[in-house]
C-alpha cells in the first residue's frame, strides 16, 4: 500500500495538483487547526495548573505565619459579691409644706425660690410688714398674749426666743410675764410695736430652717386665711422610690444603697423610712400597689446643685462573702452541663479548667473548682 499511495504523490501536473484529482491545499489548513486546538489546550491546562498551585501555595501557608489576636485577661478575685435590685426614684428636698399667714391684707414681697430662711428670719410681708419663721411642729392656730391657756404652742414660742436670745428662763407651756417680756424685746428688733403679744398670722411655726421652693402668688396679691404664700421644703436633700409590692423584702430602715445620679456618679445612703403599701395610677390606667421609701444621703453635699432629679437606685438583695469571682465573660460553655475558665499558665500557655457557678451579679460571677484560686489569670474574650 505504501508503494501505491507514494507514486501516486508524485503523479503531479504542471500546476503542482496530482493527477489524481487530490486537493492537497486542503492538507496544511487542517494541521494548522490541530495544531491551534492543542495549543489552546495546551494554555487552558497551563492556566488550572496555575491557580491550583496559587491555591495549594495559599493553603499551606505555615500556621506559626498567621497574626494572633491578643487575649485580654482578668485576675481571679476573692471578694464580697452583692447582687441587687434596682428601682427609679427622684432626688429632692424633705419636709414639703405650703406657707401662708392668717393675716389678712396685701403680699407686698416675696422671697426668690431657692432662698434659705432661718430662725427669726422673715418669710414674705403683708401690707409691708414681715410674717416670720419659728420653729415648731405645732402650727400657729391662735394669738400669743396674757391670759391664753397652757399649751405646746407657747412652749415652741419660747423655745425660739430663747434660741434667738430673748428668754432667759426654761421653756415650759405657760404664757407669763417672762413670755411677753421676751416678745418685747424681740418686736423692739424687728421695730414693731412693743406690744408683748403676737396676733395671729404675724410668725409661722416650721420643723426647722427652710428653702423656698415655688412662688405660690405674686406679690399685690390677696393674703388671708389658709391662703398659701410660698411652697418651702428643708435644705436636706433626699431620695424618694417606690418599690413593687414583690420586693418589699429590700426596704428595710437602717439598709444602706446605692444611688446613680445623673452625669454617671454615684452616692451612698440609707433607707430612712418606709411606707405602708399604696395603690397607683400606672400607663393605661393600670392600677398597682407599691411600697414607698424615703432614702437619706450619707454626704448632703452629694446631689451638689441639683435641685430635683431623676436617678435610679440600687437595694442590695443576696450576698455571698469571701467568694471567687471572674468577669462574666471569661465564662466559657464545655457543654451543655458544664462551665469553665482558660487560665493563664506559668509559661504562657493557657489551660481550659472546668468551675462551679455560683451568685451572678454586677456583671461578675462567683465560680470554685479544683485549682482554682486567687490571683490566677483568666482570659476574656474580646468583643
Known sequence: MRADTDSTFDELDGSGSASSGWDESARPKRRGRIVLLAIAAAAVVA????????????????????????????????????????????????????????????????????????????????????????????????????????????????????????????????????TKDAIMEWQDDKDLEETGTIPMGRIVFAPGDVRVGELVVKVGSPAGPGAPIIKTTGLNKLVTADLKLADQALGVVGNAVTVRLPGGESATGVIASVGVPTETEGEGGKKTVVIPVTITLDDPAAGGSLQEAAVSIDFPSE?????????????????????????????????????????????????????????????????
Request: hydrophobic letters at 40%.
Open 47 to 178: 492556566v488550572a495548573c496555575t491557580a491550583t498551585a496559587i491555591v495549594v501555595q495559599a493553603g499551606e501557608r505555615p500556621e506559626t505565619d498567621k497574626p494572633k489576636a491578643p487575649k485580654e485577661t482578668a485576675e481571679i478575685i476573692r471578694q464580697t459579691l452583692q447582687e441587687s435590685k434596682t428601682a427609679q426614684g427622684t432626688l429632692g428636698y424633705d419636709g414639703a409644706n405650703e406657707l401662708g399667714s392668717g393675716i389678712p391684707g396685701t403680699v407686698t414681697s416675696v422671697p426668690a425660690p431657692g432662698t434659705q430662711i432661718g430662725l427669726g428670719g422673715g418669710l414674705f410681708s403683708i401690707d409691708n410688714v414681715p410674717v416670720f419663721l419659728f420653729h415648731g411642729a405645732v402650727p400657729v392656730w391662735r394669738s400669743f398674749e396674757t391670759g391664753m391657756s397652757d399649751g405646746p404652742d407657747v412652749q415652741q414660742l419660747e423655745q425660739s426666743l430663747a434660741a434667738l436670745g430673748y428668754f432667759d428662763e426654761t421653756p415650759d407651756q405657760e404664757f407669763d410675764w417672762d
Open 319 to 383: 450576698s455571698r462573702p469571701d467568694v471567687l469571682t471572674v468577669p462574666l465573660g471569661a465564662l466559657l460553655a464545655v457543654d451543655g452541663d458544664t462551665f469553665g475558665v482558660e487560665v493563664v499558665q506559668s509559661d504562657g500557655t493557657t489551660k481550659l479548667m472546668p468551675v462551679t457557678t455560683g451568685l451572678f451579679a454586677g456583671g461578675l460571677v462567683e465560680i470554685s473548682g479544683d485549682g482554682i484560686e486567687a490571683g490566677q489569670k483568666v482570659v476574656v474574650p474580646a468583643l
